[in-house]
Structures are given as structure tokens and as C-alpha cells.
């Protein structure tokens, strides 16, 4: 693989937490490689974040100890948000047979973009590749990743393809409602790339500043938007797999989530780029007037899920619980509305 480095923005040192420096970024460098079978690989540093899955994070450390990427070629860091003492033990053990470095921070229980943040705040790698903690990664998710950055230097990001943990109905429901543009089998260009499982270049991360951490959720929306206005795209790329094992399988849960995305501010990504977001623009106007359009928004978000996955597999049966998922979603972003109008 060629070490040439993508043409870009001009690095800074990465701010830390809520835009500060915090001691712990490391200078951009330049291309660092590790010698494997006469062959040159360029440094990733996989930034795990974790809060109370240790089962989940336990199954995700083996799959990663059993890539085929070099393991003197990328370390793992492990980014806990608060929990028990769990983590550490299961660190402690996957240690033991582990070929690839393992690092371990922690802080307060804060927000995901902070904890991603503080996880890349110690990394080296030319590279970073995100995964949650409730994920299994392909054994050549890695090499895949950094293959797509190599070929293409116009790639900020590369998203991987997420297949869905569970088969029982809810839980794909839930797939299709959240996760459609990133289950499909051919390769093509994203507005962003979910954050619990894509790369980015880490020059370009720390240009940025990182996830906005002011975001409780739509971070990834958000840190995609904005390396796209620097002039780097969002590729996503099937053969990149990760299984993604979320566990929604109820129609309570899924309809759960969607309520808590949307009270939360997951629109918060669109009205800070509301002029490259129709929706975003509609979200803006009146929280009234977003309410009157929720059903017809509902209707259109489920009809763009359905033309964009039917050649995949037919889902006209799950059609109505994601209409249900993104009408309560739609709810939920609407009393979020009205509240942050309240506040000023």
C-alpha cells in the first residue's frame, strides 16, 4: 500500500473536551509505517468508547485481537464513560493473548462525542477507526478501512457496512429504521458515516476539533457535514463489515430509542447546517409547523428507506413500524423544539 498522505487542511493539535486543549493531543507527524513481510503499513489507532457493556465489549476485543492486519501495526484504546470495574478486568484478561496494544482511559460518565474524544486524544495511528462497544468487527475490517483510505485520497471518512446482530423482527425493524444507509451492498458517497463503526483520517479529526461535544446526539452527522465542507467525502464501503449487535428486538424498545433520539436533539446536526439541509430548514421554521409535517416527514423518511433497500430484501411488512418508529421520533424532536424555544 502507497504512504502518500491525502491532500488536506493544515493540522492543528486536537482540542480536547468541549473545544479545549487538554494536554493529552499529539502533534500531526508524518506518515508513520511498521515493517510486515517486507511490506509497509501505516499506523490505526481503534478507539473503542464503552459505558456498562462488558459482555459486549469482552466480544469485541477477541474479534479485534483476530484481525489480519498487522498487530504491530495498530492499538486498540478503550475510552470508558463512567461504569463499574468490569472494564478493566476484561482488559486486564484480553491482555493476556492480545498481539495488538491495549489502552484503557476513563472519565466521568459525560456524553458519547466526549468519550470518542478523550479516546482520541492518546491515539497515534495515521488512522482512526470508531466502534462501539456493542459491536463485532470482520477480521479484515481494518485492512479494508485503511485500503480505501490509501486508493482514495479524497476520503475523510469511510463508513463501514453494519449488518444487524439479531434476525428476530423488531430488532431488524429497528436495523432498517436507523441504520439503511449503511446496509447496502454496493459502494457509494455518504453525507456522514454512523459513528459506531467508520475511519477518518486522524490529521483531518484533529483539524475539525473532533465530535462537537455540545451534541448529545447526530454527532457523526455532524463531524461528517463538517469535514465535507473542508472538501473530503464520506465513502462507504460494503466489503468493510461490522455486526452491530444493538439489542432492540421489541416493538417497545425500538419505539423507546426513537423517543429518546429525538428528545434528546438528534435535529441539533440539521439546524446547525440548515443550509445544506432541507430538513433542517422546515426544523428551524416553527416547532408548530414541524409538528403539522411530522406525519408527511414520517411518510417520506420511511418511503426513502423502502426505494433505497427493496433490491436488498423486500421489507414491505416492516414498512409500517418504521413509519410508527420515525412518527414517534418526529414527536419526540418536536418537544425537543418547543422546549429549546422556551429556553431562548
Known amino acids: 500500500m502507497s504512504n502518500k498522505k491525502a491532500p488536506g487542511p493544515s493540522p492543528t493539535p486536537f482540542a480536547g473536551p468541549s473545544g479545549r486543549r487538554n494536554g493529552m493531543g499529539h502533534p500531526n507527524q508524518a506518515m ?34 483476530a484481525q489480519a492486519y498487522p498487530a504491530g501495526a495498530f492499538d486498540v484504546i478503550v475510552a470508558q464513560d463512567g461504569g463499574d470495574d468490569q ?10 493473548d492480545a498481539t495488538a496494544p491495549i489502552k484503557h482511559v476513563r ?36 485492512e479494508r478501512t485503511v485500503a480505501v483510505f490509501e486508493k482514495h485520497p479524497e476520503a475523510g471518512e469511510v463508513a463501514a457496512r453494519i449488518v444487524g446482530g439479531s434476525s428476530r423482527f ?6 432498517y429504521a436507523r441504520y439503511y444507509p449503511s446496509m447496502q451492498s454496493k459502494a457509494a458517497e455518504r453525507t456522514f458515516a ?23 446526539t447526530g454527532e457523526d452527522e455532524d463531524l461528517g457535514l463538517r469535514m465535507q465542507a473542508k472538501g ?8 468493510c463489515i461490522v455486526h452491530h449487535n444493538h439489542g432492540r428486538a ?24 440548515r443550509r445544506h439541509s432541507t430538513y433542517g430548514r422546515f426544523a428551524s421554521s416553527n416547532p408548530y409547523f414541524y409538528l403539522f409535517l411530522a406525519p408527511a416527514i414520517a411518510t417520506a ?44
Open 194 to 216: 454512523c459513528g459506531c463503526a467508520f475511519g477518518i483520517r486522524r490529521s483531518l479529526f484533529e483539524e475539525l476539533g473532533g465530535f462537537d461535544e455540545s451534541i448529545k
Open 107 to 142: 472519565h466521568d460518565r459525560s456524553s458519547a462525542a466526549a468519550t470518542r474524544n478523550l479516546g482520541a486524544s492518546i491515539a497515534g495511528g495515521d488512522y482512526l477507526l470508531f466502534v462501539d462497544d456493542d459491536c463485532e468487527v470482520d477480521r479484515n475490517w481494518i
Open 32 to 65: 508513520t509505517t511498521v515493517k510486515h513481510c517486507h511490506t509497509d503499513y501505516p499506523r490505526v489507532s481503534v478507539v473503542v468508547p464503552t459505558h456498562d457493556r462488558p459482555e459486549g465489549l469482552r466480544c469485541l476485543l477477541k474479534t479485534l485481537a
Open 232 to 239: 473530503f467525502k464520506t465513502l462507504f464501503r460494503p466489503e
Open 170 to 175: 423488531f430488532a431488524r425493524c429497528h436495523d
Open 250 to 273: 421489541t416493538l417497545r424498545s425500538t419505539l423507546g430509542r426513537a423517543y429518546a433520539w429525538g428528545l434528546r436533539g438528534e435535529v441539533d446536526a440539521h439546524l446547525t447546517h
Open 301 to 344: 423518511i420511511t418511503m426513502k428507506i423502502w426505494l433505497h433497500t427493496w433490491r436488498e430484501k423486500p421489507i414491505p411488512c416492516y414498512l409500517p413500524f418504521i413509519f410508527c418508529d420515525k412518527l414517534v421520533w418526529c414527536w419526540a424532536t418536536f418537544r425537543y423544539l418547543r422546549r429549546k424555544e422556551r429556553n431562548g
Open 87 to 96: 472494564t478493566k478486568t476484561i482488559i486486564d484478561e484480553t491482555r493476556r
